[in-house]
């Protein structure tokens, strides 16, 4: 290269022509390999990135110190949980709690295998609930025992039409397994047994090359002595192939997930993290077979190989109410994460003790609360509610006395809410680790947090934002009030028709509403320019807005763990959903 750079320099000037060509292929080459997210996020030349070591210091995501200048909106409706998208306004933001479902828990043992013991345990800790719509159904996979062991030697399978109804099919096996793969035991709805498990991430690939790798299973098995994490495939979910990597892991608490945003398969393993206690530690590759074939042994309190240290608990976390364990310090317990239309969306299970030493003495269980927290890179998270969202009673005698823990895949859309699966536990005389059943808890749809206003009106201003689209539309309550939007240029100037006095007034109680402008059909003559947004609103609340490319409203965001109405990940159908 140098020796033909030289030659270009002194010997034939004609040749210039091929190094600025070799030069301007090098730049292309560079600016390819920098990241850039939809949402207008760059990513800096080293990710995920190295930290040294974790602290009691909440995270503090970069994307919210230098937001970019222009951000694209053309995935997802764009939820208000943090200033990313705020420019400047007075609308107070709210932060939201989800609310338990009447018909508590949704599932328990009413099976004659599931008790026949001295506890029982039926709940998805870290399994997974999704929605099929292959076969427009619920399924949930579950962590199933009657020895009050906490390790689980069982997998356990139920579906349902609503979510709320569950039934557990009695297999009858016609189908003989080769050598490596596994049948379903017969007389009863478990598809693995045998092995001491402690989660089971299943995981519905909408992508996958294969029709006999559309489910995919990382699980953490314990055997040979040690803790491992075991990846399968599975057609159906139902009949799971042999393991397809084995391989030893430090911790019980390993999990998985796939980010779309980027296409990256990511692994999550509980370590130790000095003064944070229990903590994350993060890994991701493109393939999601070689991610486990990477996955580190971490050793307790190290990253190894490709991992990273990730996340954990701080000081802004909530201390136990009781106060007799209000001196420990908050830990991270386990972290359930999944993409949201424009965002990753977390689910914090943050644990205040007591230790289990305690709990075993005295009849109790773990108390952990889950928490939310927001992404839209991927790794770092804005975490602005400390409130927990979803919580144990800790009241005796309650199916959910303690040890409320997310479920992988965090939520299911339906229609105009969210469906949020947990487990919890009643206290237990049995060892602390029996007794636990799935729950449900409910949250209007985008309802993590609203910007609202009362009597006197207020506004909020977007940054500059761009989008394809031609239809704005939000998620309001406002039945008592108005909401009017305006669309203003890179020097904040009303652009016609498209004014505050043009706008129709929207007054509804609706989570998915068109703002529309008298004498204008759409979006389109603003379409792919950058502008801002300023939204008008009095005696209601907003709770997100998304451009989108047709009369239905759908927000091509990702729908999380699915629902009845969408076709695969992410919404293309808008109303029709709600149908």
């Known amino acids: 290269?140098?020796?033909?750079?030289?030659?270009?320099?002194?010997?034939?000037?004609?040749?210039?022509?091929?190094?600025?060509?070799?030069?301007?292929?090098?730049?292309?080459?560079?600016?390819?390999?920098?990241e850039t997210l939809y949402n207008g996020i760059v990513l800096p030349d080293v990710w995920p990135p190295q930290r040294k070591e974790l602290k009691r210091e909440p995270m503090s995501p970069p994307y919210l110190k230098n937001p970019p200048k222009v951000i694209p909106i053309d995935v997802g409706r764009q939820l208000l949980v943090d200033d990313f998208l705020i420019e400047k306004g007075d609308l107070k933001?709210?932060?939201?709690?989800?609310?338990?479902?009447?018909?508590?828990?949704?599932?328990?043992?009413?099976?004659?295998?599931?008790?026949s013991g001295k506890s029982y345990f039926v709940a998805p800790f870290q399994g997974?609930?999704?929605?099929?719509?292959?076969?427009?159904?619920?399924?949930?996979?579950?962590?199933?025992?009657?020895?009050?062991?906490?390790f689980c030697n069982s997998l356990g399978y139920a579906t349902s039409k609503d979510g709320i109804h569950w039934e557990k099919p009695v297999f009858t096996e016609s189908k003989k397994p080769d050598a490596k793969s596994v049948s379903p035991q017969k007389g009863t709805n478990l598809v693995l047994q045998g092995r001491?498990?402690?989660?089971?991430?299943?995981?519905?690939?909408?992508?996958?090359?294969?029709?006999?790798?559309?489910?995919?299973?990382?699980?953490?098995?314990?055997?040979?002595?040690?803790?491992?994490?075991?990846?399968?495939?599975?057609?159906?979910?139902?009949?799971?192939?042999?393991?397809?990597?084995?391989?030893?892991?430090?911790?019980?608490?390993?999990?998985?997930?796939?980010?779309p945003f980027r296409r990256m398969w990511v692994y999550e393993a509980r370590i130790h993290?000095?003064?944070?206690?229990?903590?994350?530690?993060?890994?991701?590759?493109?393939?999601?077979?070689?991610?486990?074939?990477?996955?580190?042994?971490?050793?307790?309190?190290?990253?190894?190989?490709?991992?990273?240290?990730?996340?954990?608990?701080?000081?802004?976390?909530?201390?136990?109410?009781?106060?007799?364990?209000?001196?420990?310090?908050?830990?991270?317990?386990?972290?359930?994460?999944?993409?949201?239309e424009s965002l990753m969306l977390g689910l914090f299970a943050i644990w205040t003790g007591p230790d289990n030493r305690t709990v075993a003495r005295e009849g109790l269980q773990k108390r952990n609360d889950i928490l939310t927290g927001f992404s839209r890179d991927g790794f770092y998270?804005?975490?602005?509610?400390?409130?927990?969202?979803?919580?144990?009673?800790?009241?005796?005698?309650?199916?959910?006395?303690?040890?409320?823990?997310?479920?992988?895949?965090?939520?299911?859309?339906v229609g105009d809410v969210l469906y949020f699966y947990f487990s919890a536990r009643l206290e237990d005389k049995t060892g602390m680790h029996g007794n636990a059943t799935t729950g449900l808890a409910l949250l209007r749809r985008d309802g993590f947090a609203s910007l609202g206003a009362g009597d006197q009106a207020g506004s909020m201003t977007t940054r500059p934002i761009t989008f394809k689209g031609r239809h704005l539309l939000v998620n309001?309550?406002?039945?008592?009030?108005?909401?009017?939007?305006?669309?203003l240029d890179t020097d904040g100037k009303a652009i016609e028709p498209f004014t505050l006095a043009n706008c129709k007034a929207v007054s509804c109680d609706k989570t998915l509403a068109a703002v529309t402008w008298q004498g204008v059909a759409d979006l389109s003559a603003v379409s792919g320019k950058p502008v801002r947004f300023r939204f008008h609103l009095k005696n209601g609340s907003l709770y997100a807005f998304w451009v989108s490319p047709d009369r239905s409203g759908a927000s091509h965001g990702y729908v999380a763990a699915g629902g009845p109405g969408f076709t695969g990940a992410t919404d293309t159908v808008g109303m029709r959903a709600y149908e």
Request: one cysteine or more; aromatic letters at 14%.
């Open 128 to 150: 997974r609930v999704l929605y099929d719509p292959s076969d427009q159904l619920f399924k949930i996979w579950y962590l199933h025992s009657t020895t009050g062991d906490y």
């Open 273 to 340: 993290g000095g003064a944070v206690g229990r903590c994350r530690a993060y890994m991701e590759n493109p393939d999601s077979r070689k991610l486990a074939e990477r996955v580190p042994y971490n050793k307790g309190m190290n990253v190894e190989g490709d991992s990273v240290y990730w996340v954990g608990a701080d000081d802004l976390d909530p201390r136990h109410p009781d106060p007799r364990f209000k001196n420990i310090k908050p830990q991270l317990y386990s972290l359930a994460v999944a993409p949201y």
């Open 1 to 34: 290269m140098f020796k033909r750079l030289m030659c270009c320099l002194f010997c034939r000037p004609a040749c210039m022509s091929w190094m600025l060509v070799g030069l301007l292929g090098m730049m292309s080459t560079l600016a390819l390999a920098v």
């Open 93 to 115: 933001r709210t932060f939201h709690r989800a609310t338990y479902h009447k018909i508590n828990p949704v599932l328990k043992a009413d099976q004659p295998w599931e008790t």
């Open 381 to 413: 998270w804005a975490r602005p509610d400390r409130k927990p969202f979803i919580s144990p009673s800790w009241k005796k005698g309650t199916w959910n006395f303690g040890n409320a823990q997310p479920v992988g895949g965090c939520c299911l859309v």
């Open 196 to 259: 001491r498990t402690c989660c089971n991430s299943v995981i519905l690939d909408y992508n996958a090359k294969s029709p006999e790798e559309r489910f995919k299973m990382y699980g953490s098995v314990h055997f040979n002595g040690k803790w491992n994490c075991v990846y399968r495939t599975s057609p159906d979910g139902i009949h799971w192939g042999g393991p397809l990597v084995e391989r030893p892991v430090w911790g019980d608490y390993v999990l998985a997930f796939y980010n």
């Open 476 to 487: 309001v309550d406002c039945p008592q009030g108005e909401l009017k939007a305006e669309v």
